[in-house]
């Protein structure tokens, strides 16, 4: 079974930009998590979606933004881009069948630069 | 606000001996913490989780210890390996949703 891919896997962009990130999560999986890992914050929760709903969002600007289609695959926006939006971009897919995500299965990430 | 925390970013240990990462948190509304190890290139991978209800969970090598009244849990390895050289994060749930709060991570060194 193919893992959680995302692309691209690098990026680079220049303040003021906008970027669009996308992520397949596993098949079958439903739900979809972001995350963005920084040196000095760790990594830090985004917005997760589920059947194509948005079911929970982190402490993010409306920069940030997030959609999921049918086939359960993810897209990420971040508009107006800022040189501290340079960071490791992480998705995670996991089943969800119970409600929690106690196993999510992550991506090897979108590593953006912004100049 | 870092509701939990990793106060050692790295942690260097001798091959075959115990490993002790250590985590602690602010919210006592978390019920559920996990483990993931990260590889440089690659995305996080569960280890191990615990719920707010026990103390210890063990897996192989891996043991994860909760201490409710000090808001503090801890991963053992035991034996520690080469392999194990990686980035550990905890992380936590809030009681009642899915949204996955991490801390900043531990880097691990295993040395022969």
């Known amino acids: 079974k193919a893992g959680v891919t995302q692309t691209p896997r690098y990026l680079i962009k220049t303040r003021g930009q906008q970027v669009t990130l996308s992520c397949s999560p596993i098949s079958g999986h439903r739900s979809v998590s972001w995350y963005q890992q920084t040196p000095g914050q760790g990594l830090q929760f985004l917005f997760e979606y589920f059947s194509e709903t948005q079911r929970n969002k982190g402490n993010f600007p409306g920069r940030f933004s997030g959609r999921q289609f049918s086939n359960s695959r993810s897209e990420m926006n971040v508009s107006t881009l800022e040189l501290g939006d340079s960071a490791l971009y992480l998705c995670?897919?996991?089943?969800?069948?119970?409600?929690?995500?106690?196993?999510?299965?992550f991506g090897p990430g979108t590593r953006l630069l912004v100049l | 606000d870092q509701q939990v925390k990793q106060n050692s970013p790295s942690l260097s240990v001798q091959e075959g001996r115990i490993s002790i990462l250590n985590c602690d948190y602010t919210n006592s509304m978390f019920d559920y913490f996990l483990w993931y190890k990260k590889y440089p290139a690659e995305g996080p991978t569960f280890l191990i989780s615990i719920s707010s209800i026990k103390d210890k969970n063990e897996d192989g090598r891996f043991t994860v210890f909760l201490n409710k009244s000090a808001k503090h849990l801890s991963l053992h390895i035991v034996p520690s390996q080469p392999g194990d050289s990686a980035v550990y994060f905890c992380?936590?749930?809030?009681?009642?949703?899915?949204?996955?709060?991490f801390g900043t991570g531990t880097r691990l060194q295993v040395f022969p």
């Open positions: 992380a936590a749930i809030y009681y009642n949703t899915d949204k996955l709060i």
């Open positions: 995670a897919s996991s089943l969800d069948t119970s409600g929690r995500q106690e196993t999510q299965y």
